[in-house]
């Protein structure tokens, strides 16, 4: 199993950023797939969920409305669109799925918001 997130980056408040996660190594259609976050100093919180079945989402509250998970099972990457970025938002992102009880997380991608 392999997560690789991409398109962190500094970016100032207000402004935008995509992420992407590129999954291989399981199917990657029959999976829950969530993106954590870890700010600077602080624990990991989850993010947003989206699930395999019906692609329904679970957004936390700090971000929604301003978030937007998508997956894509032909190329088995699922990507979080970040719009109305806050100084609040930076952290590190990660990817993160669970197969068959066991946790696999991406090496994470350095989301920076400051002005």
């Known amino acids: 199993v392999q997560l690789v997130e991409s398109g962190g980056g500094l970016v100032q408040p207000g402004g935008s950023l995509r992420l992407s996660c590129a999954a291989s190594?399981?199917?990657?259609?029959?999976?829950?797939v969530s993106w954590y976050r870890q700010p600077p100093g602080k624990e990991r919180e989850v993010v947003v969920t989206?699930?395999?079945?019906?692609?329904?989402?679970n957004y936390r509250d700090s971000v929604k409305g301003r978030f937007t998970i998508s997956r894509d099972n032909a190329k088995n990457t699922v990507s979080l669109q970040m719009n109305s970025l806050k100084p609040e938002d930076t952290a590190v992102y990660y990817c993160?799925?669970?197969?068959?009880?066991?946790?696999?997380w991406g090496q994470g991608t350095l989301v920076t918001v400051s002005s």
């Open positions: 190594g399981f199917t990657f259609s029959s999976y829950t």
């Open positions: 993160h799925v669970r197969i068959w009880g066991r946790e696999y």
């Open positions: 989206i699930l395999s079945a019906d692609g329904s989402t």
